[in-house]
């Protein structure tokens, strides 16, 4: 009985659970006691931890030593200005010059009347083609008639006196020889026959005179060519010399004259004798050679150009006077050890002392770099001398810029610009 109740105890306490919370806490156990360190170990722990500690502060000062000239460089940097650069773009060798010229006769001449009258009738007209010495127009000259037939009749006159003054002057001769008349009186009488001559003389020269003017009644062409202008009709009054009207304009066409005006800049690459090609724009593919046949051999102060004549050879009559067109150039071999290169606008500089433009050299340094501008493309201009193409150019430089100034080259892109 006891047995059973002893074995029932359990479940009764499994059963209650308010008995459980006086149940007995587990004991701790202790760890095991353990021998002190021995000296050495101790030594050698305190020298490992010393070494640990040691390397951590050194690294630590490294990595602010390389903090700082990190910051350094990085300030240097910042405070040299970043530019980017270019290099110009050498223009092609065989480089032909192109300007604007006006076609002119190679002779032409205004017609005018030597002789005041009526235009009696024309015999060409515009566009006729004439010879040297070819009746052009006729003129009527009723008072120059006149005057002409008066001077002859005063010229016989004369004349007539004349072989008077001749006989007495020889009869008052002999009677001198004689002592028939004093010297005075024979001197006389030579006298007259001397005055007489003399007035033959002026009457003969006004007699030519009106000749001449009778001659040009008749107007001929002074040269070969083609009539470019008849200003008079038949009955027209015409009055002699430039003040009158003009009667014609003959042109001689077979070659044509073609001013040009060079800039300074080529003026050294045009003389006599470069070769030229002419074209126009009504004749579209069509050449027309010719070459420099004189030069002003100065330049113009107000223009800066050299003017030019290039004669070009008309035998067809395909080039009109007056025309315009382009000539060509050919200055390949003007200045071969100086190629001119094209640069962007934006690169120049304009100081007090003339255009500039800011040029890197090797060692990243700022060179101003005087130059000479040759033609405006709009976008680019054209550097005659003072630059090549293996140099670089800043764009878009600031007005700082020193010349010497360190620089950062930020990009550079050769064979970028473009005309």
Known sequence: ?????????????????????????????????????????????????????????????????????????????????????????AEPPEEQLLLPGTLQAYEESPIYARTSGYVRRWFKDIGSRVKQGELLAQIDTPELDQELSQARAARQQVQAQLQLAQISSQRWENLRKSDSVSQQEADQQTSGYQQSQANLAAADANVRRLEQLESFKNVYAPFSGVVTRRNVDPGVLINAGAGGREMFDVAKVDTLRVYVDVPQTYSLAVKTGTKATITLQEIP?????????????????????LRTEV??????????????????????????????????????????E?????????????????????????????????LSAEDRVIINPSDSLEDGQQVNVAASNPGELKK
Request: proline share 9%; hydrophobic share 40%; with cysteine.
């Open 354 to 386: 003339g255009p500039r433009v800011a040029v890197v050299g090797n060692d990243n340094k700022v060179q101003l770099r005087p130059i000479t501008i040759g033609r405006d493309y709009g976008s680019a201009l054209e550097v005659v001398s003072g």
């Open 1 to 89: 009985m006891r047995e059973s109740m002893k074995m029932t105890e359990p479940e009764t306490s499994t059963v209650q659970p308010h008995q459980e919370r006086h149940r007995r806490p587990p004991e701790i156990e202790h760890c095991p006691d353990l021998p002190p360190a021995s000296t050495r170990q101790a030594k050698l722990i305190v020298v490992v931890v010393l070494s640990v500690l040691l390397f951590a502060g050194a690294i630590a000062m490294v990595d602010r030593v390389l903090e700082r000239q990190a910051l350094a460089k990085e300030t240097e940097k910042n405070s040299v200005p970043s530019v980017v650069a270019v290099h110009p773009v």
């Open 285 to 305: 593919g069509e050449k027309f050679a010719g070459q420099v046949t004189r030069t002003a051999n100065a330049i113009d102060p107000v223009t800066r150009t």
């Open 311 to 352: 004669d070009v050879p008309n035998a067809q009559g395909q080039l009109l006077p007056g025309s315009f067109g382009q000539v060509h150039f050919d200055v390949a071999s003007y200045t071969p050890e100086a190629r001119k290169v094209t640069v962007p606008v934006n690169a120049m500089l304009f100081r007090a």
